[in-house]
């Protein structure tokens, strides 16, 4: 097992000095989420769970669409990975995601799981105004919010080459103006998730007292710093504060890999190519359900490549990159082939994903028994970038709390912020509405 290298921060100079510099150090502070726990074998009831995973570019909608009813439907080609969990799922058609600020596939990515706009910004898309992030949060972290406190980490935001901190490249907002970047490396994520309840009981004593300590000094310091700054960079350090008290609260927590999880080596290193593209995927499924079943998190997110991905899906064959193909006309009958088989390559993965959460038996059923998961995209038809009937798969009843084996179906237009709502109702958060009040008209009959 490789241990996780020694972090070194440097918090001298002057208060000033802090804001414009040391700031910068502080980016290091996730290490500290590997420095520090308690011993303890107390393991709390099994909560529920919620997983997301993105797919990027549209789908090719007559191959995505199932046929028959609500409850005798016939998995499409697109979805026929997921024949085994049929009895499993629950699909929605007729959704439409609204949007506003950026391009299409800018709004798409921002407002996916936040149902809001863009706000102003400097990211420059096709044919609209430059636009920034969300102006507000998205459905796993108000789930994380509800549900996320009994675990070390809230939320764990996993990516696999998700390139740039753009708007095209982050789906996760912790609140208005504030994305949340994903983890890309495995190795690195089996270090801050797991590396710390690796250590001997006098290492996790010494890095413990030492983070701590950190905390400490740095949350003094920019007490101290609040009345000498203007109001944006005062915002900036509450922001900061936030985030030290979370890494405060994991140093309560993060104490342990439960005795039912035997972890196992060190993810290898693996380069950041295109052929590596699934392999990576697999390590980062794999730390997914591990972390949930080790209760290090109740809520996870899966973000395969990035809106405008060009991934090419050469182990299918296919040598043009994702995003050429999704905008090729649908006469194009082999760009419309390998379309259905990259989304079909996509399906399998989240097929892998419910596999995995099955085999992992806990207090009352499995893992995936347990939990809500969705497979979304940031788009409905790539080629004219189009939120229009919107691809929205549901996996898992949370505990009995969602009917499953179910195809639903709604009137055209129906806004997608309606089954976001729905999303946190089936985990027993009774919120009103989600998103931008206007685009949301209350949770989707008959899903819950």
């Not at 973000?303 to 064959?317: E, I, N, P």
């Not at 760009?335 to 097929?351: D, G, K, V």
């Amino acid at each position: 097992m490789t241990r996780p290298q020694r972090a070194h921060y440097g918090l001298r100079g002057t208060r000033r000095n802090l804001l414009r510099g040391t700031l910068a150090a502080l980016v290091g502070l996730p290490w500290l989420e590997s420095f520090a726990a308690r011993e303890s074998k107390a393991q709390a009831p099994a909560p529920r769970r919620f997983v997301a995973m993105f797919s990027a570019n549209g789908t090719i909608y007559d191959q995505w669409l199932p046929n028959g009813g609500e409850k005798d439907f016939e998995l499409s080609p697109i979805l026929l990975p997921l024949s085994a969990h049929q009895g499993d799922l629950v699909i929605v058609e007729g959704l439409t995601q609204k949007g506003a600020g950026g391009d299409g596939h800018q709004n798409g990515m921002g407002g996916m799981l936040t149902g809001a706009e863009l706000l102003p910004g400097r990211f420059a898309g096709q044919g609209s105004a430059p636009a920034g992030w969300s102006e507000g949060p998205s459905v796993d972290q108000r789930i994380a919010q509800a549900i996320g406190g009994s675990a070390p980490f809230r939320s764990l935001e996993l990516g696999v080459q998700t390139g740039a901190a753009d708007n095209w490249g982050r789906m996760c907002y912790a609140g208005r103006n504030q994305p949340l970047a994903p983890r890309e490396n495995p190795g690195n994520v089996f270090d801050d998730v797991f590396g710390f309840a690796l250590l001997g009981p006098e290492e996790q004593a010494r890095r413990r007292a030492r983070a701590e300590s950190i905390l400490d000094y740095v949350g003094s310091e920019f007490e101290g710093l609040a009345s000498e700054v203007s109001a944006s960079d005062k915002q900036r350090l509450e922001m900061h504060l936030t985030y030290l008290r979370e890494v405060e609260r994991r140093l309560e927590q993060q104490s342990r890999v439960t005795d039912e999880c035997a972890l196992p080596e060190r993810p290898p290193r693996l380069e950041s190519t295109n052929d590596a593209f699934p392999a990576t995927g697999e390590l980062m499924l794999d730390l997914l359900v591990l972390a949930l079943a080790c209760q290090r998190t109740n809520v996870a997110t899966l973000q395969w490549s990035r809106s405008v991905s060009s991934v090419r899906f050469t182990w299918l064959g296919i040598d043009r990159g994702h995003h050429e193909l999704s905008h090729l006309p649908d006469a194009d009958d082999q760009a419309q082939s390998e379309l259905t088989r990259i989304n079909s390559w996509y399906a399998e993965r989240f097929a892998g994903l419910i596999d995995r959460m099955k085999r992992y038996e806990i207090e009352d059923g499995s893992l995936f028994d347990h939990s809500l998961l969705l497979w979304s995209n940031e788009l409905g038809k790539g080629n004219v970038h189009s939120r229009e009937r919107a691809p929205y798969v549901i996996a898992g009843s949370a505990g009995g709390a969602l009917g499953t084996g179910r195809l639903l179906r709604y009137p055209e237009g129906t806004p997608h912020n309606n089954l976001l709502l729905s999303l946190l109702h089936a985990l027993g958060i009774e919120d009103s509405s989600f998103g931008k009040p206007e685009w949301c008209t209350g949770p989707l009959d008959g899903f819950v």
